[in-house]
């Protein structure tokens, strides 16, 4: 065999290898890790659930799923609940609005004894809260953050307090 004839076969070899790595790479990077992707959804719901001449008690639960295929380890979880002083707007009109959360907004931590969400699992975790009388709305924020960097998610609503 001629030293040419050598070096062409080597060269189809090194080219063949390269293509088959790169192509592995591509369905791994692009394939496989889309599926393996974390969707984590969050929900609020509220209720009120009695009320008195000075305040108003509200049942508020959050619920976290995870949609995706793979497990998600909780860094941190928590509910932000903040007054909105909005007697002028209806509910649909501050839900749109950007209200800023104020000095007075109340952080609790919530999924404490969660630590893994496995695939289709889902945590959901309940607060009874005193709305004073003057508190027309409120804004709750729920946020779910993952082990893993730029693992975070959130969602936010705005709700009567229902204090009639």
Known sequence: MKLNEILTEINSIVASAAILVGGTW???????????KPIVTLEIECA??????????????????NQGRTGVAQNYAFVEIAPVLL????????????????????????????TFLEPGEQFKESLLINVAKEVEYLRIRAIFSASKPVQSWYTETTISASHS
């Not at 591509?26 to 393996?36: C, K, M, T, W």
């Not at 707007?89 to 004894?113: C, M, W, Y």
């Open 26 to 36: 591509a369905i791994y990077n692009f394939g496989l890790q889309r599926i393996r």
């Open 48 to 65: 009120p659930i009695s009320v008195s001449s000075d305040s108003a008690a509200s049942h508020i639960s959050i619920i976290v799923r």
């Open 87 to 114: 007697p002028s707007l209806d509910g649909n009109r501050i839900a749109i609005a950007s209200v800023p959360i104020s000095q007075h907004t109340e952080k609790h931590p919530i999924f404490k004894s969660h």
